[in-house]
């Protein structure tokens, strides 16, 4: 696996960088050699934040995890990581793209469900009318919720505006590129 580094607020020592690449290590039997793990370190006040990002032939494994220690973060992420490709292993693995990116003995193997199986257990249908996306965060703040789904009025695709950290708000459009 490849490591890309990288710090916000923080030097990336080299007892980080040599805890990252231990911790994330084993994650190695997963993944081919060429595959990229992006990590970035941040510190926010006495916020120690490890985000995590491997992408993988049409997925993207991700994780971030903060507490008040990087080494605890960083121990943290790894399991996260781990038990996310276990649960998701026939999810994230497409038969048909022959699990590219991966070991073979991680495609090969089976594991066993832990009872977390994802369930959708309601459905809400609504009547899509062109807005902006100003005016979708509007929206959003009036019923109360953390995101918006709108048919953006300028491109006539469907948009979805999130609400961020620091009262930002941001845009999600489709890419079909």
Known sequence: MKFVISGKNIDVTEGL??????????????????????????????RQKIEVTIPVKG????????????YVSIDLV???IER????YKNKIIDK????TGFQPEFVEQDYED????????RTKKFG???MYPEDACVQMELLGHNFFVFLN?????????????????????????
């Open 114 to 121: 832990d009872g977390n199986e994802i369930k959708i257990i």
């Open 96 to 99: 048909k793209q022959s699990g």
């Open 128 to 130: 899509f009318k062109p």
């Open 78 to 80: 790894e399991e996260i």
């Open 59 to 70: 997925n993207i494994i991700r994780s971030e995890q903060v507490s008040s220690d990087m």
């Open 17 to 46: 960088r040599k805890a990252v690449e231990d911790k994330l290590g084993k994650l190695e039997r997963y993944f081919t050699s060429d595959t990229e793990v992006i990590v970035t370190l941040s510190v926010e006040k006495e």
């Open 153 to 177: 009025a300028e491109t006539e695709e469907v948009n979805v505006v999130y609400k961020r950290k620091g009262n930002t708000y941001g845009l999600i459009e489709p890419d079909f590129g």
């Open 84 to 87: 996310q490709l276990r649960k």
